[in-house]
């Protein structure tokens, strides 16, 4: 199963980011979302509940992020299971760029499914995950846009070169050496 497409998203991108990995945002947006728990900057456990061909399951998951550029975009690797139901896997390579006085979020989607899940069919699963995509940017959608805009934050301090050329001293200490060098040719010339 593939998946790409793109949103837009009515807030810039450093907020449409803080808001993609905020647990209670994506708790609120995921379809069917029974829970979201961050385990790490960059791992995530959630439970969904949902319906595909017509029977409920509860699949058990995590998101594991890696790439990660704040603000930009990261690569994501998730798994679910439901006992019953079956397994779940995939990839999501996830991109912010500014677009319209707004954000455009862009994703390709890579999936694989297991068990009773994947004897439904390619079709089905795919029809599922569009689906659950189509719900989620809604909600997200629906969410940024009732956000108050901010200023992104200030970039990072440049790093201080290491070295004498910082030190007050380095520049007595080239003065002393150029005198030094000219007063010797001076003197003994």
């Known amino acids: ?49 949902t319906k595909v061909g017509g029977v409920e399951h509860d699949y058990r998951g995590e998101i594991l992020l890696s790439d990660v550029e704040p603000g930009r975009g990261a ?15 995939g990839t999501a390579q ?34 599922a995950g569009r689906k659950i995509l189509d719900k989620f940017f809604s909600a997200f959608i629906e969410h940024m846009s009732r956000q108050p805009r901010t200023a992104p934050p200030p970039p990072p301090p440049e790093p201080e070169a290491a070295g004498m ?10 003065a002393l050496v150029v005198v030094a060098l000219v007063g010797y040719h001076l003197l003994y010339q």
């Open 165 to 174: 050329a910082n030190s007050s001293w380095s520049w007595a200490v080239a």
């Open 94 to 127: 996830l991109t912010l760029a500014d677009k319209e006085n707004g954000t455009r979020v862009s994703y390709t989607v890579a999936g694989m499914a297991g068990g009773k899940l994947a004897e439904l069919g390619e079709a089905v699963v795919l029809k």
């Open 75 to 89: 690569m994501l690797a998730f798994e679910g299971m439901d006992a019953a139901a079956g397994l779940a896997i």
């Open 1 to 49: 199963m593939r998946i790409a497409d793109a949103q837009w998203i009515p807030s810039t991108p450093h907020q449409t980011w803080a808001a993609l990995v905020d647990p209670q945002v994506l708790q609120k947006c995921l379809p069917g979302c029974v829970e979201v728990r961050q385990l790490s900057p960059t791992e995530y456990a959630l439970t969904l509940r």
